[in-house]
């Protein structure tokens, strides 16, 4: 088929793509998606202007979530999903928003980011840990002084003077987070005690946690970006190990030594 084909197919493909601007860690990113399910998960953070840039949906795409949703739910020996392709669209689109974040020099994080007074708490955990409960024990502590973030995948920007946690729509299951951004004062790695305790660690007792739980880029530069933004991530805040046992003393514990 001539060029000429070629983008005139590709120019009508895309009118027929559901698309809208979304702001995510202070950049404009237009979203071209093969259902409407992503614009209506995203709502709330919709917005206008120029988009600093663009992410587009294709089928492999869906079927490439489709092939690693299948893949994780066989290792853990559960009956496969049955995910609408809308729904592994969504999966879709944030991964492609974070492989181009980390040119922005901002990451994809997995945990919970709680903010108190203005400055951001990030605990993290292998999954099932108990992320979501620590926080939630937090804002039974606090009450109105404790302002989710996000309780699932925020995004974290690595500056030279310090790191900002935003809010993304992508914020857990409960669907816990806001449209804000705060300084993150500290990482805190959760692992389940009997007895509650906190110490803070070193960059090198954290760094496998960090690795494990930021989004690994596919692209091998991209991943090269991302290794020197955890180092530098892990040299700019305070890194903590929290062993506890989810009682509400839990959260008096960890507030009690990070807060400084």
């Known amino acids: 088929m001539p060029l000429a084909g070629v983008v005139l197919i590709a120019k009508l493909w895309r009118k027929f ?37 663009s992410v587009e949906i294709t089928q492999s795409d869906i079927n490439f979530e489709k092939m690693k949703s299948d893949q994780e739910y066989a290792y853990e ?31 994809v994080f997995h945990g ?3 903010a108190v007074d203005g400055q951001g708490y990030l605990f993290t955990a292998k999954s099932g840990t108990g ?8 804002r039974d502590l606090l009450g109105d002084k404790a302002v989710m973030v996000n309780d699932d995948k925020p995004l974290l920007k690595i500056t030279d003077g310090g790191i900002i946690a935003y809010g993304t729509p992508y914020n857990g299951k409960h669907r816990l ?42 692209d091998s530069d991209a991943m090269r970006k991302t290794l020197l933004l955890i ?17 509400s003393s839990a959260a008096e514990t960890a507030y009690n030594a ?3």
């Open 17 to 53: 793509m559901y698309t809208k601007k979304y702001r995510m860690a202070d950049k404009v990113i237009e979203v071209r998606s093969l259902y409407e399910d992503v614009h209506d998960y995203c709502k709330g953070y919709e917005t206008s202007g120029e988009a600093d840039f």
């Open 77 to 107: 020996g559960l009956p496969l999903p049955h995910f609408s392709q809308g729904v592994l669209e969504i999966t879709a689109v944030y991964r492609k928003i974070a492989e181009q974040m980390v040119q922005y020099g901002s990451i």
């Open 112 to 114: 919970s980011v709680i």
């Open 131 to 138: 992320k979501s409960t620590h926080t939630r024990l937090w």
């Open 177 to 218: 987070g806001n449209d804000i951004s705060v300084p993150l004062k500290a990482i805190c790695i959760l692992k389940r005690a009997e007895e509650n305790h906190i110490e803070l660690i070193s960059k090198a007792e954290a760094y496998a946690m960090l690795l494990q739980q930021v989004y690994r880029p596919q």
């Open 231 to 247: 180092d530098k991530m892990a040299d700019r805040v305070k890194l903590y190990r929290l062993g506890c046992n989810m009682d």
């Open 258 to 260: 990070m807060k400084g």
